[in-house]
């Protein structure tokens, strides 16, 4: 549960975090459609066609205290959100807030975690030895170990020293240059200046140098874990870079075609957002660890909602130098959040009365509900259906 709602949330929701942070922080006329779309729009998918092809793949019984937490903390935060849009302002305590609250549900998840396993301990300590419940534990422990042991064991664990050294010399300049590095320059008292870009480039390659010097082809380096902080810091440049086009691809094609932003957000952008959930989560269900994929489900879609939302207006109210902001709201928006909270009490009614076990009928129910969604999203972004906000 903990991986799931932490490490698991952070890899798949980091696309939409950043789409979020494109979209925002480049806003006009308080329009933050595409960014409520693509976080709600990607939020009901998971929590309901990712969790209904998890439960159809593989039936299984839920932890019912950890998953309930999520499914109420994700409640709340909708709540939250709803609010925000309904009038149409956010404040910087809004999005700092959501920012403490997501800090408030790790600690409170890691907390529980660690008072669940203590208390586990115990009882396997009373229990007799020989009980299924201890050989289960010792088999699950021995799987880990021997999981462990096949990871250490690799060649080289990864090592390549020519790859690493040239990664060092073109990863910092790829950083600098997907923040627009080419325009930094170090001013001349006679005017023009010299290019930082350059000055990187030349540190990186000393770095290489000095690595491929320092290292081996037949054994890693002592400081080869360093390695693992530059590749993660580069991929989130990369998914940053990406995010940065796809929206702006987005916005070209709605001002096109005369589509509105939150469609193209809760259909197009949420479902790109969404293939590393389906993905990552049914693979981890197959392989026997559904409690992990289900918590994703709904600690995914929290970390995207709280943190898309608070990091990207956080950012955006302390460079505009202002405290609120006024946003525009939809009866789309709206019914995104209607939709993403009747998503979840179904899931708390139905895991409640079938006492937390998950199979078929749980899935095809949550699938059919994702899909009349869609059917009404696109009736009301047509005109048939009443709006439910006045605008003026």
Not at 78 to 100: E, K, N, P, Y
Not at 211 to 225: G, M, N
Not at 280 to 299: D, E, H, K, M, Y
Request: aromatic share 12%; glycine share 8%.
């Amino acid at each position: 549960n903990v991986a799931g709602v932490t490490l698991l949330a952070l890899g798949n929701g980091a696309p939409d975090i950043f789409s979020a942070i494109s979209s925002i922080t480049t806003l006009k006329d308080g329009d933050a459609g595409l960014a409520f779309g693509a976080l709600l729009g990607a939020g009901i998918f998971v929590t309901a066609v990712t969790a209904g092809a998890i439960a159809i793949v593989k039936p299984f019984t839920a932890m019912s205290r950890p998953l309930m937490k999520d499914i109420v903390f994700y409640m709340f935060t909708i709540f939250w959100a709803f609010i925000v849009m309904f009038r149409q302002t956010i404040t910087l305590v809004d999005s700092i807030g959501f920012i403490v609250l997501y800090v408030l549900y790790v600690i409170l998840t890691v907390v529980s975690r660690a008072l669940y396993s203590q208390a586990s301990a115990r009882a396997a300590r009373r229990a007799r030895p020989g009980t299924e419940a201890v050989a289960g534990a010792q088999d699950e422990v021995t799987g880990l170990k021997a999981a462990d042991i096949r990871f250490l064991s690799a060649p080289l664990n990864g090592w390549s020293r020519i790859l690493n050294s040239v990664h060092c010399a073109i990863a910092p300049v790829f950083i600098a240059l997907a923040f627009k590095g080419y325009n930094w320059m170090i001013p001349f008292e006679g005017g023009g200046g010299f290019p930082i870009v350059v000055i990187v480039l030349i540190v990186g390659i000393a770095l290489g140098i000095l690595v491929y010097f320092t290292s081996s082809d037949f054994e890693p380096p002592k400081y080869h874990a360093a390695f693992a902080f530059i590749g993660f810091l580069t991929a989130i440049v990369w998914i940053y870079t990406f995010a940065n086009e796809v929206v702006n691809i987005l916005e070209s094609v709605g001002s096109i075609f005369r589509i509105s932003s939150t469609i193209l957000g809760l259909t197009v952008l949420a479902w790109a957002n969404s293939i590393g959930d389906v993905i990552a989560n049914t693979v981890l269900a197959r392989q026997n660890f559904p409690r992990v994929a289900i918590s994703a489900c709904f600690g995914g879609p929290l970390f995207n909602l709280l943190l898309g939302v608070g990091i990207p207006f956080t950012i955006k109210l302390l460079s505009d130098g202002t405290t609120e902001m006024r946003i525009e709201a939809s009866v789309v928006q709206l019914l995104l959040v209607v939709s993403v909270t009747a998503s979840l009490i179904v899931s708390m009614v139905y895991l409640t009365v079938m006492r937390f076990k998950l199979g078929r009928v749980y899935g095809i129910i949550l699938i059919v509900l994702y899909l009349a969604f869609l059917v009404v999203a696109l009736l009301a972004e047509t005109g048939q259906l009443p709006p439910l906000i006045d605008r003026n």
